[in-house]
T-cell receptor
Framework: DAGVIQSPRHEVTEMGQEVTLRCKPI?????LFWYRQTMMRGLELLIY????????DSGMPEDRFSAKMPNASFSTLKIQPSEPRDSAVYFC????????????FGPGTRLTVT | DAKTTQPPSMDCAEGRAANLPCNHS???????VYWYRQIHSQGPQYIIH???NNETNEMASLIITEDRKSSTLILPHATLRDTAVYYC???????????????FGKGTKLSVKP
């Protein structure tokens, strides 16, 4: 298996622009998670889905952030409009939701908003 | 907030055992101890988890005290590639609302030196 796939790996954009981050989870995994990592706040959960349905979005910082999972093999995290303080590494992870509930993380997308 | 306390950094000589401590004095009876690590510029990687018995896998051993208030992750023969930030996390093993979320603290930065 290729693991969790994220694109793009790096994104540089100007303040005010819309940014879309993409994630393909591991096939067969029922749970998908979006995390954000910054030096100041560390690694924090933004939202997670179970069977394509959002379960907990309490970590989404504000209305500028939105996440969707239209099918079991694809999810997006959108920021509109983007701000410099959104600069961070965004990780997607998936989990089978059974067994040891291990989460498998993707390589991350490094977002820079200027 | 993270329910665990870890030293911010540790050094270990290559080939020697690395013993990483974690304090989780408020752990509940249904919470497991999980360990993840994050190598620079990569997504976090699952290492091992346990409830109350000691556990061992191909990567590491986990020693949990009898009162479950602390644990130690042991890398038996550390290599340079084990240099990473190690996170100790306590969580319930299911997903219901926010109960199953991974809450990452600051972790321990382990530096393996030649």
């Amino acid at each position: 298996d290729a693991g969790v796939i994220q694109s793009p790996r790096h994104e540089v954009t100007e303040m005010g622009q819309e940014v879309t981050l993409r994630c393909k989870p591991i096939s067969g995994h029922d749970y998908l998670f979006w995390y954000r990592q910054t030096m100041m706040r560390g690694l924090e959960l933004l939202i997670y889905f179970n069977n394509n349905v959002p379960i907990d979005d309490s970590g989404m910082p504000e209305d500028r952030f939105s996440a969707k999972m239209p099918n079991a093999s694809f999810s997006t995290l959108k920021i509109q409009p983007s701000e410099p303080r959104d600069s961070a590494v965004y990780f997607c992870a998936s989990s089978p939701g059974t067994g040891n509930y291990e989460q498998y993380f993707g390589p991350g997308t490094r977002l820079t908003v200027t | 907030d993270a329910k665990t306390t870890q030293p911010p950094s540790m050094d270990c000589a290559e080939g020697r055992a690395a013993n990483l401590p974690c304090n989780h004095s408020t752990i509940s009876g249904n919470e497991y101890v999980y360990w993840y690590r994050q190598i620079h510029s990569q997504g976090p990687q699952y290492i091992i988890h346990g409830l109350k018995n000691n556990e061992t896998n191909e990567m590491a051993s986990l020693i949990i005290t009898e009162d479950r208030k602390s644990s130690t992750l042991i890398l038996p023969h550390a290599t340079l590639r084990d240099t990473a930030v190690y996170y100790c996390i306590v969580r319930v093993v299911n997903y219901g609302g926010s109960q199953g979320n991974l809450i990452f603290g600051k972790g321990t930065k382990l530096s393996v030196k030649p």
